[in-house]
């Protein structure tokens, strides 16, 4: 089972919106509505932003949001901010030879 | 509020064993609804799935670690495990111990993480 695909790096001005992709198969990402969003500033835990493509959790800002279309899910990021800064990640459900599988990740870097 | 701690050596030579436990605080390990999995984090990489297991023993492991990893949990301390024989370089990484939504498939709860370096 290869890594979900995501581009590693995505950057934006502040206030702008931004769009993280997440890219899989029909056996993961477009088979399941189980895909979730994970940020990590430098040196710190992940941090669960969004969960079943689209929910948020307790306490996680508005700004971020989640979708999913075919094969590719995305997180938004709008309002960007100095805060958002961090690396993201994204994991799906998967029927193939393993449960669980993480993307490559993303650096967000706000200009 | 559920919390988990890491610990365990974070040198480890080459070929031997690495071991790890997770201790979890506000809520038990027995409670069901939730599997207790590992994570690993290589430098400067993304986050890799290890494994995870069910309290009362079923477990699931990355095929690409499935030969050299073992989880095991134990109730009576609220504590599970990892298990990484025959180590190398490659192994060396941040491991985080993490609680997962049986049936949902997402990392809600993790610990802080611990470092662990293989070296001679």
């Known amino acids: 089972q290869s890594a979900l695909t995501q581009p590693a790096s995505v950057s934006g001005s502040p206030g702008q919106s931004i769009t993280i992709s997440c890219t899989g198969t029909r056996s993961d990402v477009g088979g399941y509505d189980f895909v979730s969003w994970y940020q990590q500033h430098p040196g710190k835990v992940p941090k669960l932003i969004i969960s079943?493509?689209?929910n948020r959790p307790s306490g996680v800002s508005n700004r971020f949001s989640g979708s999913k279309s075919g094969n590719t899910a995305s997180l938004t990021i709008s309002g960007l901010q100095a805060e958002d800064e961090a690396d993201y990640h994204c994991?799906?459900?998967?029927?193939?030879?393993?449960?669980?599988?993480f993307g490559t990740g993303t650096k967000v870097t706000v200009l | 509020q559920v919390q988990l701690q890491e610990s365990g050596p974070g040198l480890v030579k080459p070929s031997e064993t690495l071991s790890l436990t997770c201790t979890v605080s506000g809520a038990s390990i027995t409670s069901g609804g939730v599997y207790w999995s590992w994570i690993r984090q290589r430098p400067g990489e993304g986050l890799e799935w290890i494994g995870y297991i069910y309290y009362i023993g079923s477990g699931y492991y990355n095929p690409s670690l499935k030969s050299q990893v073992a989880i095991s949990v134990d109730p009576s301390k609220n504590q599970f495990s990892l298990r990484l024989t025959s180590v190398t370089a490659a192994d060396t990484a941040v491991y985080y111990c993490?609680?997962?939504?049986?049936?949902?498939?997402?990392?809600?709860?993790w610990g802080q993480g611990t470092h662990v370096t293989v070296t001679s």
């Open positions: 994991a799906s459900y998967t029927s193939s030879n393993t449960p669980l599988v």
């Open positions: 993490a609680r997962v939504k049986l049936g949902f498939h997402f990392f809600d709860y």
């Open positions: 079943e493509v689209s």
